[in-house]
Structures are given as C-alpha cells and as structure tokens.
C-alpha cells in the first residue's frame, strides 16, 4: 500500500505564462491551452512532465458561447493523478484544432471519432477519415444543434411518456415514416455513393521489392469482416498483404456504433446506467462502477462501505469470468475449437448465477446505484460466493492451466510471437492485460486507487516478454490476484446500508466536470462527464479501452503472419459494443 | 429413449408392432421432409452485439442447444438454413446482414433475437439504428428480452420448428416454378442516410415537400 508515486499539482500556468490560463469555470478544472501552441505543450507535458499516457481526446460543443472544446487527460504510467487539458477554437467552419498524433500516437483514432461525431478538423492528422460513422454521411452528430431523425425532445423524460401526454410512434412523426433524414430536395435515384478508395489509399503500399525481376508480385488487400468468425463481432479489418506477410492494416468499425453518447446525453443521469451494461456486454458491472464513481465524483457524495465492498465483489468476479472467456476464446481462435472455451463457460454460467440473485439479470446488471448499490446480496449468494471463491474457482483455474500452459501447440504457437512492447504500448495509449504484459505496472487499482481497493493486498500482475505467450499467461495472473482480492473482501464486507442517499430517480449533479476511471478487464474505462446542472449531462463521453487499444493493432501486426492476425487480435480483447459504442 | 427418436415422424393411428418400430415408419412425404428439417436447422454464425454473447451461452454446456439439431453453427451463409439475427443492426451493418441474407440458399428462416432486433430496443431512437429487421427481413419468430436468456432463446427456436413442422412439400413457394422470391431485397445503399432503394420515390417526394416547407 504505497502512497501514489507523485500527487504534486502541476503548474502548467506557471510554465507557460502567455499560452496556458487556468480554467475557472466553477466546477471545472485543468488549463486551458491557446491552440497555436498546442504541440508544443503537449510535448513538454510528455517530455519535461512525464505524462506519458493519453487517456482521452474528446469534444465538447457549446454553441451558447460559439466554441468548440477538446479535452484531452494525460496521465503518467508511474501513477498518481492526471493532467486535464483544454484547447478552444471558434465555432466557425471550417473548426480546427492541431492534431497530436505525433506527440502521442494513441490519439490516432480519438481525434478520429471527434472529427467524425464533432465536426472538428485535426490539422496535421494523416488520415482523418470518418470513424464510426460512413463517408457520406451528413452532419456531425454530437453537435448540440444536430438532430437525430426520432428526436422528440432536448431532453428526457419527454412530455409524451407522462400518463396524460397523447403518446405517438416515433416513425409518425418522421416524414420518412422511419429512422432517417435526407437533406431537402434530396433525390435517391441520382445519387452516387462514396467509394471506399479513401480506406485503401490509406493503407501504406508494400515497399517489399522482388530481388528476382522475373518474378513479379504484387501486393493484394483483404478484406476480414464484417461477417467473420475470429473478428469478434462486428469488426472489419482491411490487411494488405504480400504473399502471407501483412503490410499494412487498418480497422474499419462503427459496424455496432449505437449512439451511446448522443442518447446518453438525452438520458438523465440515471437513465444511462442501464445504457452503460450494454458498452461491454461481458463486463456490465465493471461498467457500472465506472460510470456510478463518476457521477459520484460530481455530485462530491460519500459510498456506503457495505457498498464499497459489494462492488468490489462484483467488479472482481466479472474480472475473472472475463479472463476466462477471454482465455476460451483465444483458443478458439488458436484452433481448439470448443473445448476449452465450453469449460470457460461452465465457470462463468456460475458466476453469472450470482449476478442473477442480486441483480436480477444475467448480463446486463444495472445494479449500482450513486452512492451504494440497488440491492443487498442475500446471505445464501453470498455463501455461493464464498464457495465459488474458496474452492470451485481456484481449483477450476488450476486445472484450465494445467491443461493448456504447457501444450505443445499453443507454446509453439505464442512463445516469442511479439505482441507489443512497453513503448509501442504506451505510445499507442494500450492499457490493461496487454500493458502490463510489456513489463509496464499500470494497473488503475494501484496506480490511482478508486473506491476501497487500496485496503486490499494484491499484487499488479505483470510480465516481461510482451509476446503472445506472456499476453495469455497475464490473464491467468489477474484471475488469481482477483481471487485473492475477494477472498480479503467476503472477510472484511461489514453489515451496514448498502446507499448513502436515498433512492431517488432524479439525483441533482451541480454543474462541472468529472472524469472518473477504473480498471476494467479491458483496460482503462473512462467516463468524461460535463453538468451544466440540468437532470441530464451536458456531455457525456465513455473512453473505451476496447477502442483505443485497437490504435495498437497495425503497429502489432506488421511484418507478421495473416494466420496469426486472428491470434493478435484476440490478445486485445476486444468487445465490439465497447469499440463502437 | 428409443420412440424419442422417432417423435413426429409416425402418422398417428397406426400400430406398427413394437420389434420393428426402429426399422419402419408409416409417414406422410411431408412429414418426413419436416421431421429432417426441424431437427436440423443450421444457424448462421454470426454474432452483432450483447444477444451474441446469451446465443453463445445458449450453444455451451449447460443450456446445449445441440439437443434440438441447432449446434451447428456456419459461418458461411451458403450452408445456413437460418439467420438469428442476435443484436442491434445498424444502418452501417444493414447492407453486409442484406447481402448475407440473400447469399443463404431456401428454404431459410430469420429470427429477431431481442429488443433490438425485434424493434430497436433502447436504442430505437439513435441515429445509427435500423428500428428493427423486419423493415428488411421477413421475419418469422421474434424473441422478446434485452438480452434474451438462453431459456427464451431456445423457446423460440422451438417455435420455429413448430412452425417448419406446419410447411407442405406442395405448397411452399421454393419448391414451384417460376416463383421469384418476394422477399428479395435489393442491397440499401449508404447515402446521406440510409436509402432503401425500394423506397426511392418516397423519399423523393419527402424531401421535396420538406423544400416546400422550408
């Protein structure tokens, strides 16, 4: 239990007095950067400061004032607190802001999305391309005055859902009687998609030379997804190859792009728990906790310590059921198919049974509440638990190792298959499982405690070799420290309330800003929320690790095999609802 | 049990004598097409979002779909007799889900597993959502739940087995000459919005009366 490695407050102010003011928006806190000077502040924060790790590149729209924001958090994979920084630039088209790609490479995709959903230009940005969305597209969605085609009103709970509003399907009030908007005047017939040139253009042309002039090869590209066994869902992929070789990668997405941010803004604060279990789909409660400590954050409220320890115990057994799955499925991938991944499922149905008791839904357990927990766990499933912890979990985990680690084919497979190592890692902003496997300690528990977990003794999970092999063996290492996390936790649970606050459906958020973080099995889940005081957030915004670790999948791929393609993307574990949001 | 095998398959009525029951059966053509086809209804493995995850749990030990001839999951769509179509489809989605619909060989069936799929679930209003598949796809069972659990999953598989188990050799249209299929549906392209090619005029005048307005 070391304290955080250093808690001083920067004074970025100080440093650069003309270009850096500090922002004294009540509720609100950071610097606000003068765009000209952006790259040159971001590199001294990197280079002179240490903050090593982008977290966030997001964009907040306030039309009230005609500007446009982006927020950026950097933090230092030494620990201890971030830095928030902002950069303003006038809401007038064409609406540009610097690109950091070179600074810090793991803004490649954020900047992205924030073109693509804000309409903010990234000068600078190589291939500033529409993400989620297609090219063609109108409009940038998370624009405040962008609406969608069912927009009934700014913001829920709308006047129609009371009992005495006269309640019309949505599709009637569309013109097109349906969940689209074409510009006016708009004619169907002549209208001539965008091709998909953009996307291969971008993918860098193999410079491989055939020594032999007589043999003339050329380089062809594939096409993997959206429909694909290994992508994990909907993902596509487009890898130039030549011969078995990949080049060049790039990752098409947006394929399970459901609007999190544009609803969740609608939503009331509460409305979006529910939303949050569906990001992740296998992970809902770690889902929860980030965005519950969030809000938490804002509306500056204590947690019961009954519910401390409560989420702990959720958060920690949704860790281990997702390591497991994640280790059934990579064998999938590998080629064993079924087996293992029918024995990760027997162990996770176990799990999910105690999610079912106290939540009352499988997977999406919308079970934390600001303040505490919706319900108490009743005193059989918490002896469910402590049998599951005590005995079926670790023997089970035993016996997955015993059968896998030392198989011949999976070492021939993974042993020394380079994944990333600990600066690509970080370059690309990577956390999780994958971080820690290139020998980087990050793990959220540690590095910047949140909730009780600085009362518990584990130790951060961490490997050395940054290949394939490490990358499955981590997950083995993390199921076991959860383990010991919750043994400590049933012991110490105290009886008490389960909520500080009272239940309520509408909770008052005083205007400002919070980002809240937790270390979800993926990686770093981050909620940026801005309140303007209003029942609804004024932005709301999920850093997804699914997402941004995908920043790293050319820079792993290069130079390797298509057969193992499946395999490297399987070590990031991605969930396409979290990628895609 | 031995007669479970045979279940469906025997017209009522007739006492066929019990040492050769394994061996011969007194059916209908129809009937033993039905029982064949009920009994394997090959899914298409295809995944969307959350509901992949519970027809996954669905396909494992516990809840072992293999029992009802379902386990056989084809990623091609050329050797599936059914689209479970598990998850939210987005307009970006629509036109690989069109294409792969159209690539199945008949007789194929499409299930709407869960809210989204049934009708666009929560996320009904977002910009990116087509507010249910049966705007595209003629479907014939929906799942209610968000997500469904493997118990309701598996009961409407049931459903639509009952539903194969009604079907006439005669009377379906894949089996007659030329029948062109009316659930054809030409591939949606990505515009401005989604545009669904059918539809074309209507938006048309839509979007002029819209200029009208304006």
Same mark, same amino acid.
């Given at each position: 239990?070391?304290?955080?490695?250093?808690?001083?407050?920067?004074?970025?102010?100080?440093?650069?007095?003309?270009?850096?003011?500090?922002?004294?928006?009540?509720?609100?806190?950071?610097?606000?950067?003068?765009?000209?000077?952006?790259?040159?502040?971001?590199?001294?924060?990197?280079?002179?400061?240490?903050?090593?790790?982008?977290?966030?590149?997001?964009?907040?729209?306030?039309?009230?004032?005609?500007?446009?924001?982006?927020?950026?958090?950097?933090?230092?994979?030494?620990?201890?607190?971030?830095?928030?920084?902002?950069?303003?630039?006038?809401?007038?088209?064409?609406?540009?802001?610097?690109?950091?790609?070179?600074?810090?490479?793991?803004?490649?995709?954020?900047?992205?999305?924030?073109?693509?959903?804000?309409?903010?230009?990234?000068?600078?940005?190589?291939?500033?391309?529409?993400?989620?969305?297609?090219? !063609?597209?109108?409009?940038?969605?998370?624009?405040?005055?962008?609406?969608?085609?069912?927009?009934?009103?700014?913001?829920?709970?709308?006047?129609?859902?009371?009992?005495?509003?006269?309640?019309?399907?949505?599709?009637?009030?569309?013109?097109?009687?349906?969940?689209?908007?074409?510009?006016?005047?708009?004619?169907?017939?002549?209208?001539?998609?965008?091709?998909?040139?953009?996307?291969?253009?971008?993918?860098?042309?193999?410079?491989?030379?055939?020594?032999?002039?007589?043999?003339?090869?050329?380089?062809?590209?594939?096409?993997?997804?959206?429909?694909?066994?290994?992508?994990?869902?909907?993902?596509?992929?487009?890898?130039?190859?030549?011969?078995?070789?990949?080049?060049?990668?790039?990752?098409?997405?947006?394929?399970?792009?459901?609007?999190?941010? %544009?609803?969740?803004?609608?939503?009331?604060?509460?409305?979006?728990?529910?939303?949050?279990?569906?990001?992740?789909?296998?992970?809902?409660?770690?889902?929860?906790?980030?965005?519950?400590?969030?809000?938490?954050?804002?509306?500056?409220?204590?947690?019961?310590?009954?519910?401390?320890?409560?989420?702990?115990?959720?958060?920690?057994?949704?860790?281990?059921?997702?390591?497991?799955?994640?280790?059934?499925?990579?064998?999938?991938?590998?080629?064993?198919?079924?087996?293992?991944?029918?024995?990760?499922?027997?162990?996770?149905?176990?799990?999910?049974?105690?999610?079912?008791?106290?939540?009352?839904?499988?997977?999406?357990?919308?079970?934390?509440?600001?303040?505490?927990?919706?319900?108490?766990?009743?005193?059989?499933?918490?002896?469910?638990?402590?049998?599951?912890?005590?005995?079926?979990?670790?023997?089970?985990?035993?016996?997955?190792?015993?059968?896998?680690?030392?198989?011949?084919?999976?070492?021939?497979?993974?042993?020394?298959?380079?994944?990333?190592?600990?600066?690509?890692?970080?370059?690309?902003?990577?956390?999780?499982?994958?971080?820690?496997?290139?020998?980087?300690?990050?793990?959220?528990?540690?590095?910047?405690?949140?909730?009780?977990?600085?009362?518990?003794?584990?130790?951060?999970?961490?490997?050395?070799?940054?290949?394939?092999?490490?990358?499955?063996?981590?997950?083995?290492?993390?199921?076991?420290?959860?383990?010991?996390?919750?043994?400590?936790?049933? %012991?110490?649970?105290?009886?008490?309330?389960?909520?500080?606050?009272?239940?309520?459906?509408?909770?008052?958020?005083?205007? !400002?800003?919070?980002?809240?973080?937790?270390?979800?099995?993926?990686?770093?889940?981050?909620?940026?929320?801005?309140?303007?005081?209003?029942?609804?957030?004024?932005?709301?915004?999920?850093?997804?690790?699914?997402?941004?670790?995908?920043?790293?999948?050319?820079?792993?791929?290069?130079?390797?095999?298509?057969?193992?393609?499946?395999?490297?993307?399987?070590?990031?574990?991605?969930?396409?609802?979290?990628?895609?949001? | 049990?031995?007669?479970?095998?045979?279940?469906?398959?025997?017209?009522?009525?007739?006492?066929?004598?019990?040492?050769?029951?394994?061996?011969?059966?007194?059916?209908?053509?129809?009937?033993?097409?039905?029982?064949?086809?009920?009994?394997?209804?090959?899914?298409?493995?295809?995944?969307?979002?959350?509901?992949?995850?519970?027809?996954?749990?669905?396909?494992?030990?516990?809840?072992?779909?293999?029992?009802?001839?379902? $386990?056989?999951?084809?990623?091609?769509?050329?050797?599936?007799?059914?689209?479970?179509?598990?998850?939210?489809?987005?307009?970006?989605?629509?036109?690989?889900?069109?294409?792969?619909?159209?690539?199945?060989?008949?007789?194929?069936?499409?299930?709407?597993?869960?809210?989204?799929?049934?009708?666009?679930?929560?996320?009904? $209003?977002?910009?990116?959502?087509?507010?249910?598949?049966?705007?595209?796809?003629?479907?014939?069972?929906?799942?209610?739940?968000?997500?469904?659990?493997?118990?309701?999953?598996?009961?409407?598989?049931?459903?639509?087995?009952?539903?194969?188990?009604?079907?006439?050799?005669?009377?379906?249209?894949?089996?007659?000459?030329?029948?062109?299929?009316?659930?054809?549906?030409?591939?949606?392209?990505?515009?401005?919005?989604?545009?669904?090619?059918?539809?074309?005029? $209507?938006?048309?005048?839509?979007?002029?009366?819209? $200029?009208?307005?304006?």
């Amino acid at each position: 239990m070391t304290a955080p490695a250093s808690t001083q407050i920067l004074d970025l102010a100080a440093r650069f007095p003309d270009v850096v003011s500090t922002d004294a928006r009540p509720g609100f806190s950071g610097f606000i950067v003068k765009k000209e000077n952006l790259v040159e502040v971001a590199t001294a924060l990197r280079d002179e400061f240490g903050y090593d790790l982008l977290s966030t590149v997001t964009g907040v729209d306030y039309p009230a004032e005609n500007k446009m924001e982006v927020v950026y958090h950097a933090f230092r994979t030494i620990g201890g607190p971030g830095i928030v920084f902002k950069t303003q630039a006038d809401r007038v088209e064409p609406i540009e802001v610097p690109s950091l790609i070179n600074v810090w490479h793991g803004a490649d995709f954020q900047e992205r999305e924030t073109w693509d959903l804000m309409g903010i230009k990234f000068t600078g940005h190589p291939d500033l391309r529409r993400i989620l969305m297609w090219e !063609g597209f109108e409009g940038h969605p998370l624009r405040k005055d962008w609406k969608e085609a069912f927009f009934e009103e700014e913001t829920k709970p709308f006047k129609s859902r009371w009992p005495e509003g006269n309640h019309l399907y949505a599709e009637f009030r569309n013109p097109y009687r349906d969940n689209l908007n074409f510009p006016s005047g708009f004619d169907p017939e002549q209208y001539q998609p965008q091709t998909e040139d953009q996307l291969y253009f971008s993918l860098e042309r193999s410079s491989i030379k055939p020594k032999d002039a007589d043999l003339k090869t050329d380089s062809i590209v594939v096409n993997m997804g959206p429909h694909h066994p290994s992508t994990h869902g909907v993902l596509r992929v487009a890898v130039e190859l030549d011969g078995e070789t990949v080049t060049s990668l790039k990752p098409v997405m947006g394929y399970l792009h459901r609007n999190h941010d %544009k609803i969740g803004e609608r939503n009331t604060y509460l409305q979006i728990m529910p939303y949050t279990d569906r990001l992740d789909y296998f992970n809902s409660m770690a889902n929860n906790f980030g965005y519950a400590i969030t809000v938490e954050k804002l509306m500056k409220i204590p947690v019961a310590e009954r519910a401390e320890y409560i989420r702990v115990i959720m958060a920690e057994l949704t860790r281990v059921q997702n390591h497991l799955i994640f280790i059934g499925m990579l064998l999938n991938d590998l080629g064993t198919l079924y087996t293992p991944a029918l024995y990760a499922f027997e162990e996770r149905e176990l799990i999910l049974d105690i999610f079912e008791a106290v939540a009352g839904a499988r997977m999406m357990c919308n079970y934390f509440r600001f303040g505490g927990v919706v319900r108490d766990i009743p005193d059989d499933v918490m002896q469910k638990i402590k049998d599951l912890v005590h005995d079926r979990l670790p023997a089970k985990t035993d016996e997955m190792e015993r059968f896998l680690n030392e198989n011949e084919v999976l070492m021939a497979r993974l042993k020394g298959m380079h994944v990333l190592n600990a600066e690509e890692a970080v370059r690309n902003s990577v956390t999780g499982p994958c971080l820690r496997a290139a020998g980087v300690p990050y793990d959220l528990r540690r590095a910047d405690p949140y909730s009780v977990y600085d009362r518990f003794d584990f130790d951060v999970a961490v490997r050395y070799n940054g290949d394939m092999y490490d990358n499955y063996l981590i997950r083995f290492d993390e199921i076991r420290q959860s383990l010991r996390i919750l043994e400590q936790a049933i %012991k110490q649970i105290p009886q008490g309330p389960i909520n500080s606050q009272k239940p309520q459906y509408q909770v008052r958020v005083p205007a !400002g800003e919070a980002y809240g973080r937790v270390e979800s099995p993926k990686g770093e889940l981050g909620y940026y929320v801005v309140s303007n005081g209003k029942p609804n957030p004024y932005r709301y915004h999920v850093r997804a690790p699914s997402f941004i670790n995908l920043t790293a999948l050319e820079t792993m791929c290069k130079g390797n095999k298509i057969a193992d393609f499946v395999a490297l993307l399987a070590m990031l574990d991605i969930v396409m609802g979290e990628v895609d949001r | 049990m031995e007669e479970n095998k045979y279940e469906g398959l025997n017209l009522p009525n007739y006492n066929i004598p019990e040492d050769i029951q394994n061996v011969v059966s007194v059916t209908t053509l129809d009937r033993l097409y039905n029982w064949g086809r009920r009994w394997s209804v090959w899914p298409l493995m295809f995944g969307l979002a959350c509901c992949a995850i519970e027809m996954i749990a669905a396909q494992a030990a516990r809840y072992d779909m293999a029992r009802f001839g379902m $386990e056989v999951m084809r990623p091609t769509p050329r050797q599936a007799d059914m689209m479970l179509v598990s998850g939210t489809v987005t307009k970006k989605m629509l036109p690989a889900l069109i294409r792969l619909y159209n690539q199945m060989p008949e007789p194929k069936y499409v299930v709407a597993m869960g809210a989204c799929a049934s009708s666009g679930g929560p996320f009904k $209003e977002g910009y990116n959502v087509v507010a249910g598949i049966d705007k595209f796809l003629p479907v014939d069972v929906y799942i209610p739940g968000c997500p469904p659990t493997p118990q309701a999953l598996i009961a409407g598989l049931i459903k639509l087995q009952e539903k194969i188990d009604k079907q006439s050799i005669r009377k379906v249209r894949w089996y007659q000459k030329g029948k062109a299929d009316p659930n054809y549906v030409p591939m949606p392209i990505l515009g401005p919005d989604l545009i669904d090619v059918r539809r074309n005029a $209507e938006y048309k005048e839509a979007a002029a009366r819209k $200029e009208g307005a304006a």
